[in-house]
Structures are given as C-alpha cells and as structure tokens.
C-alpha cells in the first residue's frame, strides 16, 4: 500500500512537472481601455511622442497577462505587463546575424550538443528590471539595473522526434529554461 503511494505522489508530480514544460498561448487583440489602466498610463507616460500601440491580453498556460506591440526605430517592440498592469518585461525581435560573436557560439554550442538538428525561428533580446528603469529603455537612455537575457523560439530535433521550443538565456547565452511550444491547430487548410 505505501508503494502504491509512492507510485502515485511520483506519478502526480511527473504530470505536474511535464505541464509546467508546455507552453500553450493564446492572444487576443483588445482595445487599450481594456488594458490595465496602469498599465496604459505607465507606458504612455514612459514616451515623449507614443508611437501606435496596439494592445493584447494573453493567456500563456493558465495565466493572464496584457501586451502591447509597437514599432520604433525599425524595431519590433513588446512590452508585457500582470493582469494588475504592473511592468513585466520588454522584448524586441534581434537577428542572429547582430547577437555578439560570444553569445552566437555560446548559442550554437548548446544546440549543438543537445540536438542533431535545430533551427532558430525567432530572437527576442528581453529586459526586466524596476519600472524607472524600464521606461529609461523604452526612450533610448541607459539604464542602471537591467536584466538582460534572450527568448529564444527555435526547433530541435532529438532522435526522429522534431519538437518546437522557447529557451530563455542568459545575456553570454547559457540556457536558463526551456518549454515545448504547444501549436493551437488552426482551420486553415494547407496544401
């Protein structure tokens, strides 16, 4: 019986442990009077001239955040904020071909020795830090105590089995964390 226990708590916590390895999204276009009214004014307040936000509440397995989307300088920007509209993250999209030359081989070491194969669908560079800070970032200035680190969607094929990710990295590109990206189908037909 105290097996069968063990077997059990061992089971729920590999259940437990495998969900938290998914990630599942969904976002969805809203107007920005359904933003967080903090969230709003804290990012209009972070520009001299905002640019044009469009705005999205998401859902990334289980938990509710809001994002907002603009383009500055040539640049794709996302700024996410908690369901309460506290600052949480800013991310814009980087090619490869413009990370350092460290962080590139530092990169392509880690895929290399955990996939036979693998291919990098998308970079973000991502800073956290305090909200000061982060508006700081938001208007070209220096910042005292960000937190730089790399969101990273690419594909990795292990064996036959070719499984799409999201590893979040350090700024020299030592992975952090990493998640499976669950793909919602879609009723598109592709031929």
């Known amino acids: 019986m105290v097996a069968l226990k063990h077997l059990l708590i061992l089971l729920i916590s590999f259940f437990c442990i495998a969900l938290q390895a998914q990630k599942i999204e969904k976002e969805t276009r809203i107007k920005a009077n359904e933003a967080p009214p903090k969230a ?3 990012l209009v307040n972070s520009f001299e001239a905002a640019p ?4 999205y509440v998401e859902t990334t397995s289980g938990k509710r955040s809001y994002e907002a989307k603009y383009k500055k300088a040539g640049k794709k920007y996302s700024v996410e904020f908690s369901d309460e509209g506290y600052v949480e993250d ?3 999209i980087v090619k490869w071909k413009n990370l350092n ?3 590139k081989s530092a990169l392509k070491r880690h895929f290399e020795k955990h996939y036979t194969r693998f291919k990098i669908h998308k970079i ?3 800073y956290t830090g305090s909200d000061t800070d982060l508006a700081r ?16 969607e690419y594909y990795g094929k292990q064996k036959s089995e070719k499984i799409f990710w ?3 990295f350090t700024s020299e590109g030592e992975l952090i964390e990493k998640r499976e990206i669950i793909q919602r189908p879609v009723d598109n037909l592709n031929y």
Do not use: P
């Open 40 to 42: 709003v004014h804290w």
């Open 52 to 55: 044009e936000i469009t705005w």
């Open 90 to 92: 800013i991310e814009f």
């Open 101 to 103: 030359s460290e962080v």
């Open 124 to 126: 973000q560079i991502q």
């Open 137 to 152: 970032v938001l208007t070209g200035n220096d910042a005292k105590e960000i937190q730089t680190r790399y969101e990273i």
């Open 166 to 168: 999201e590893g979040l």
